[in-house]
Nanobody, 120 residues
Framework: QVQLVESGGGLVQPGGSLRLSCPVSGSVTRVDDMAWYRQAPGKGRESVATITRSGITNYSDSVKGRFTISRDNANNTVYLQMNSLKPEDTAVYYC??????????????WGQGNLDNVSS
């Protein structure tokens, strides 16, 4: 079974940093776009950052200049470096990826979600 396994979240003070990682576990033939989403308490899920296989990135306005998404194609892993964290960044963070289990069968899969709490 193919899955995304997140790690790296936790509690941090405002102004601090966290680094999230999310490798694809299981057999795949290809991984296309990867992304990070978040869902704050009482709100809907929103896109934080996306990255194509070739490394083209896109960020939400709320995190631009503070967060950096990157990926390691050799190990099918996506990362999110979060700096200058604010209390409003508190949310459950989910990684996402479009993967191919055969050359013609694609799936959109999600990580389990990790709570990142920015609080003094």
């Amino acid at each position: 079974q193919v899955q995304l396994v997140e790690s790296g979240g936790g509690l941090v003070q405002p102004g601090g940093s966290l680094r999230l990682s999310c490798p694809v576990s299981g057999s795949v033939t290809r991984v296309d776009d990867m992304a990070w989403y978040r869902q704050a308490p009482g709100k809907g899920r929103e896109s934080v950052a996306t990255i194509t296989r070739s490394g083209i990135t896109n960020y939400s306005d709320s995190v631009k200049g503070r967060f950096t998404i990157s990926r390691d194609n050799a190990n099918n892993t996506v990362y999110l470096q979060m700096n200058s964290l604010k209390p409003e960044d508190t949310a459950v963070y989910y990684c996402n990826a479009k993967i191919f289990t055969t050359p013609w069968r694609s799936l959109n899969i999600w990580g389990q979600g990790n709570l990142d709490n920015v609080s003094s």
